[in-house]
């Protein structure tokens, strides 16, 4: 069974810069898509960014655009999320979550990732933006 850790986040100030990991285990993340979501209190989840395992395609969240990178490393089971620019409504507990996508076309530019679409979720790890 695909266990998922997720590391990295923490307190920062309006401006900087902090990295997350998503380290799989008990299962190859080679045919699966990595999803990071967020979720602010009292407010739905929301989708950040995707990642394809097998050929690196990636989506972004219009409002992460520009700021946050997603990569991966299959070698180590391991995807990360660069988040830079970092401003106090990314204030969020961040997940991540990985999907079956044999075919590599889950996640793409434009496309809409759900929640629903991921059938595993890593405990979560909180981020706070703040001066």
């Known amino acids: 069974q695909l266990q998922l850790v997720e590391s990295g986040g923490g307190l920062a100030q309006p401006g900087e810069s902090l990295r997350l990991s998503c380290k799989g285990s008990?299962?190859?993340?080679?045919?699966?898509?990595i999803g990071w979501f967020r979720q602010a209190p009292g407010k739905e989840r929301e989708a950040v960014s995707c990642i394809t395992m097998s050929n690196g395609r990636t989506n972004y969240a219009d409002t992460v655009k520009g700021r946050f990178t997603i990569a991966r490393d299959s070698a180590t089971n391991t995807a990360w999320l660069e988040m830079n620019g970092l401003k106090p409504e990314d204030t969020a507990l961040y997940y991540c979550a990985a999907r079956t996508d044999y075919s590599g076309t889950y996640c793409r530019s434009n496309s809409r990732m759900k929640s629903t679409d991921f059938e595993s979720w890593g405990q979560g790890t909180q981020v706070t933006i703040s001066a």
């Open positions: 008990g299962f190859t993340l080679d045919y699966k898509v």
